[in-house]
């Protein structure tokens, strides 16, 4: 069986480019406020770009901010991906930007709204609740996640640079090496990624 970033990187090769566009329809960016009209925003972008794009990431919370029709535009856009992958012959990979975190029980229905229900290839995680909180989303190794590791935001240092003992012994590391390193050890179907901003 494949995995995701199998599939990425096919699609890198085939299309020659790393872009990775994102599908964030702000409000102020539409004609409307309504998901209609995010719907359009992206599908013309999905259009205009899908032979250069190794990936497409629609933010999540841009579309439920319009509710049950952004829900609904959402997975359209998704849609959208695949028709534009079977046109090309080649597999556009979209990656689901939500950055979902929580018990394993909630972490299950989400992972199954992003794969099955979205149709989703890879989503976004915060792996502050621990390995059981991700484990869902690893079920599938033809399906991705990328981990929040060290982000770029103005007070992500709050938390992932204080530094904490690993339990190996190593030296004292801030907390977003500590991620990494556990991604490195989570990683043993080849489906995580790491976000680094």
């Not at 994102?22 to 770009?49: I, R």
């Not at 599938?140 to 240092?157: I, P, R, Y």
């Not at 339990?167 to 976000?195: E, F, M, N």
Request: hydrophobic share 45%; net charge negative.
């Amino acid at each position: 069986m494949e995995s995701f970033f199998t599939f990425l990187e096919k699609r890198v090769d085939d299309c020659s480019s790393l872009l990775c566009v994102g599908l964030d329809p702000h409000v102020s960016d539409l004609k409307a406020p309504t998901a209609e009209a995010a719907l359009a925003f992206c599908l013309n972008l999905v259009k205009e770009t899908a032979p250069y794009a190794a990936a497409f990431k629609p933010n999540a919370a841009f579309f439920e901010v319009f509710g049950a029709d952004g829900w609904t535009a959402l997975k359209q856009v998704i849609e959208a991906v695949q028709a534009e992958s079977n046109r090309l012959g080649s597999l556009i990979p979209v990656i689901l930007d939500a950055k979902r975190g929580d018990i394993a029980s909630t972490a299950e229905a989400y992972a199954k709204s992003a794969f099955e229900s979205l149709g989703a290839h890879c989503i976004t995680l915060s792996p502050y609740l621990g390995k059981d909180s991700i484990d869902p989303f690893l079920q599938n190794s033809e399906k991705g996640v990328f981990l929040l590791c060290q982000t770029s935001t103005a007070g992500s240092g709050d938390l992932q640079d204080v530094t904490v003992v690993e339990t190996d012994g190593r030296p004292p590391v801030p907390i977003y090496v500590h991620v990494a390193h556990l991604a490195q050890s989570w990683h043993t179907k080849t489906t995580i990624g790491l976000v680094l901003g």
